[in-house]
């Protein structure tokens, strides 16, 4: 599976877009992106996946460059409560097996 | 109420003493899989499972076995824990397959705090 570099942390101004970069320049052609996030020590929570095409649903939006080497999840008006870690995860789909690696993921503070 | 759950949720152990963590799933999922997590280290993960009785090792399975007789339970085992498995664990379970190809979202429990003394 392709390797991830997301930034360390980021900070949110509470009722502002949140943009979060990931980078996967190795990714192939069929490996699908995949967004979870982790709010304080509870288990992980999955947001979003997509292949090529940008995706949204209620929780957030995912852009996917045209080369696909990264991806920018998008929380359109943080809240407080979306303070987390978020993972950006690249792998296979289900026919390539269902190994699953998690990198260090980015923390992101929102404030009021 | 759809659900990953484990047990205990908190353990203290010594070295040396066998335990074992339970997951159990209500949702019918083929999938299940454990993680652990370490400061610095992220989400690692041990073993997983397709479905009953068919696993395979994660990236860190030393030390650990698993089990899969039953399609909602899916047991972490530590024959002989040591200091160094000193961990939170977590207990995750999806779909086997998903319509677009991809990999379905994967449901996680509310980890198992481990400390071996």
């Known amino acids: 599976d392709a390797k991830t570099t997301q930034p360390t942390s980021m900070d949110c101004a509470e009722g502002r877009a949140a943009n979060l970069p990931c980078n996967h320049s190795?990714?192939?052609?069929?490996?699908?992106v995949y967004w979870y996030r982790q709010i304080h020590s509870q288990g992980p929570q999955y947001i979003i996946h997509?292949?090529?095409n940008n995706e949204t649903n209620e929780m957030a939006s995912l852009i996917i460059t045209e080369d696909r080497k990264s991806s920018t999840l998008i929380l359109p008006h943080a809240t407080l409560r979306d303070t987390a870690v978020y993972y950006c995860?690249?792998?296979?789909?289900?026919?390539?097996?269902?190994?699953?690696?998690f990198g260090a993921g980015t923390r992101l503070f929102v404030k009021a | 109420e759809a659900q990953v759950t484990q047990n205990p949720r908190y353990l203290i152990t010594v070295t040396g003493k066998k335990l074992t963590v339970t997951c159990s799933q209500n949702?019918?999922?083929?999938?299940m899989s454990w993680y652990r997590q370490d400061p610095g280290l992220g989400l690692r993960q041990i073993y997983y499972?397709?479905?009953?009785?068919?696993?395979d090792k994660g990236d860190v399975p030393e030390g650990y076995k698993v089990s899969r007789k039953e399609k909602r339970n899916f047991p972490l085992i530590l024959e002989s824990p040591s200091p160094n498995q000193t961990s939170l664990y977590f207990c995750?379970?999806?779909?086997?397959?998903?319509?677009?190809?991809?990999?379905?979202?994967?449901?996680f429990g509310p980890g198992t705090r481990l400390t071996v003394l």
């Open positions: 997509g292949l090529k």
């Open positions: 499972s397709m479905n009953v009785e068919v696993t």
């Open positions: 190795t990714i192939s052609g069929n490996e699908y």
């Open positions: 995860i690249v792998r296979v789909g289900w026919a390539g097996g269902f190994k699953t690696i």
């Open positions: 995750a379970s999806s779909l086997l397959y998903s319509r677009d190809g991809g990999y379905n979202e994967q449901f």
């Open positions: 949702m019918n999922h083929e999938y």
